[in-house]
């Protein structure tokens, strides 16, 4: 069984809406779980996390638009995407971390990783 499993990219128009779901299949406990994304030639970046507590952490560049949560009862987590922008076009990872941390970092040295889904917005 893949321990994260992303699903739900696509392609949408500039000013769309889509919402990419990571369906959670790991046996340890984690504390933070986070949203990543890369764009062809970047480096990975993070999007957006959440802590065990709900406690939720957004990149400058999303704030407003993005929204993480999790369903637990799913083991699932999400990321719903307003407002999209073509810069917002990159591969979408989720990311699993099981170290202690008071507050989840956006930083991509996370422990556990999804192979991805493909988001593309055209202008």
């Known amino acids: 069984q893949v321990p994260l499993d992303e699903s739900g990219g696509g392609s949408v128009q500039a000013g769309g809406s889509l919402r990419v779901s990571c369906s959670v299949n790991i046996a340890f406990y984690y504390y933070c779980m986070g949203w990543f994304r890369q764009a062809p030639g970047k480096e990975r970046e993070g999007v957006a996390a959440?802590?065990?507590?709900?406690?939720?952490t957004y990149a400058d560049l999303v704030k407003g638009r993005f929204t993480i949560a999790k369903d637990n009862a799913k083991n699932t987590l999400y990321l719903q995407m307003n407002s999209l922008k073509p810069e917002d076009t990159a591969m979408y990872y989720c990311a699993a971390e099981p170290r202690y941390l008071r507050s989840c970092s956006l930083s991509p040295d996370y422990h556990t990783w999804g192979q991805g889904t493909q988001v593309t917005v055209s202008s």
């Open positions: 959440i802590h065990s507590t709900g406690t939720t």
